[in-house]
T-cell receptor, first 115, second 111 residues
Framework: GAVVSQHPSRVICKSGTSVKIECRSL??????MFWYRQFPKQSLMLMATSNEGSKATYEQGVEKDKFLINHASLTLSTLTVTSAHPEDSSFYICSARAGGVEKLFFGSGTQLSVL | GQQVMQIPQYQHVQEGEDFTTYCNSSTTLSNIQWYKQRPGGHPVFLIQ?????EVKKQKRLTFQFGEAKKNSSLHITATQTTDVGTYFC???????????FGKGTTLSVSS
């Protein structure tokens, strides 16, 4: 099956710093990737839809200046959490579709802890 | 707004017992998908249902899609400890290409 690679898997940073998370489709091209956020024991909350070559579409309530998304190529999307604060601590996970099928392939996620 | 609801939130069973989780959408869906997330892991696709009234089986798992294409269920027969995890249903949002996930049902199994 299609593989989505996400790294880092875990990051600890100080409050006020920025963190970049990378999401790569290893064996397929993904014109669209999706970024989700998951709090402990809770559901996946869609943050934004990342479109290759164009601006990301953010969900209501998600600060686009806070969560910068760049989809520079058909295999790479990045999420940068700018000026991170403890409330940004969460599990961030990306996903993509491969070959026009409906199902999503997920990266392994990034656990962000902001001290 | 469009919502996907799922019950129960938690379910604990003894190994060998059956388990069912229910999913309900506020809108008619073109398809519904089910994912499983093991503790500490990421969601993994299980199945997609497309047709009204569709029933699909995967070994001990039975998936149903309602006639109105607004609800779905996942039933596990004779649970095993390997079934532990959170089961999510998800449907396409009306605008765009993203999936909207239910809150999930976390299944724990004791042997």
């Amino acid at each position: 099956g299609a593989v989505v690679s996400q790294h880092p898997s875990r990051v600890i940073c100080k409050s006020g710093t920025s963190v970049k998370i990378e999401c790569r489709s290893l064996d397929f091209q993904a014109t669209t990737m999706f970024w989700y956020r998951q709090f402990p024991k809770q559901s996946l909350m869609l943050m934004a839809t990342s479109n290759e070559g164009s601006k990301a579409t953010y969900e209501q309530g998600v600060e686009k200046d806070k969560f910068l998304i760049n989809h520079a190529s058909l295999t790479l999307s990045t999420l940068t959490v700018t000026s991170a604060h403890p409330e940004d601590s969460s599990f961030y996970i990306c996903s993509a579709r491969a070959g026009g099928v409906e199902k999503l392939f997920f990266g392994s996620g990034t656990q962000l802890s902001v001290l | 707004g469009q919502q996907v609801m799922q019950i129960p939130q938690y379910q604990h069973v003894q190994e060998g017992e059956d388990f069912t989780t229910y999913c309900n959408s506020s809108t008619t869906l073109s398809n519904i998908q089910w994912y499983k997330q093991r503790p500490g892991g990421h969601p993994v696709f299980l199945i997609q249902l497309v047709k009204s009234g569709e029933v699909k089986k995967q070994k001990r798992l039975t998936f149903q899609f309602g006639e109105a294409k607004k609800n779905s269920s996942l039933h596990i027969t004779a649970t095993q400890t390997t079934d532990v995890g959170t089961y999510f249903c998800a449907g396409p949002r009306q605008a765009g290409t993203a999936l909207i996930f239910g809150k999930g049902t976390t299944l724990s199994v004791s042997s």
